[in-house]
């Protein structure tokens, strides 16, 4: 269960965010709302939210998920692998100060983004991406193991993150897309698997019991469902332009 979450308010600037998809600039306006609503459904899953301000000096920041990575016993602040985004993980460690006692920090050469990272229970599959590379993955291991985690690594060829394609819901089920689908590191799950034209459908969050799925994706929302969750759609449509999906807009912990 999940006591607290922290999110970040859209800046101005995310109009200059980094992306990969053709979609058009976001509009700020829309994008404000759909963080409203947002938040307001995290609210619902009886959470604590810590709502920070927005940051103009990084076009990304609304996407705290990549700059760090929370356990039950530990803080791990990560080291941004877009250039764009060094120096976001900073305010973030002056905020988990009120929260945690042990804080660790990847360091250079080391890069590592928390859509990278996915838990299940207390192993951590670890993407190794553009964005996170094999030191970084090695440091995140390393702190993972001395607080008495796990974690390995899953190679990606097509997706942005790790959990740009693959979602864990807990009771063992799992919502994937493309390259997971077959993947040998997941073939132990429940796949529940996610279409290649839904594909940025796959990424989901559980929280206390319910799953936040963006809206527009019925075959998706439906699957989620028919496994027994209760679900709650939101319009993502101004993330996605950023290549931003449920999970990115959130530290959960």
């Not at 803080?75 to 993980?89: D, L, Q, V, Y």
Request: charged share 25%; aromatic share 10%.
């Amino acid at each position: 269960m999940f006591k607290n979450v922290i999110t970040r308010k859209p800046s101005k600037s995310m109009v200059h965010g980094i992306t990969t998809v053709n979609l058009g600039k976001p509009d700020y306006e829309k994008a404000l709302l759909q963080h409203s609503e947002y938040v307001k459904a995290l609210k619902g899953c009886g959470v604590n939210t810590i709502e920070l301000e927005a940051n103009e000096d990084y076009p990304d920041s609304c996407f705290v998920e990549d700059t760090a990575l929370l356990t039950k016993k530990c803080a791990i602040i990560t080291n941004p692998g877009a250039e764009s985004r060094k120096g976001e993980e900073k305010e973030i460690s002056e905020v988990l100060k009120d929260f945690y006692d042990n804080i660790e920090v990847i360091k250079n050469p080391g890069t590592v983004e928390g859509g990278d990272i996915m838990m299940v229970g207390d192993h951590f599959y670890i993407g190794l991406s553009a964005r996170t590379n094999e030191e970084g993955a090695r440091q995140m291991i390393s702190f993972l193991e001395k607080y008495g985690y796990t974690g390995s690594t899953v190679p990606l060829k097509e997706f942005l993150h790790l959990k740009t394609g693959v979602s864990y819901l807990g009771n063992n089920n799992l919502l994937a897309t493309g390259e997971f689908l077959d993947s040998t590191e997941f073939r132990e799950f429940n796949i529940i698997e996610v279409s290649k034209d839904d594909d940025y459908s796959a990424n989901c969050i559980w929280v206390n019991g319910k799953v936040l799925v963006p809206k527009g994706f019925k075959n998706t929302r439906d699957a989620i469902i028919k496994a027994g969750y209760d679900v709650i759609e939101l319009d993502m449509s101004e993330f996605q332009k950023l290549d931003g999906g449920l999970s990115c807009l959130s530290l959960r912990f």
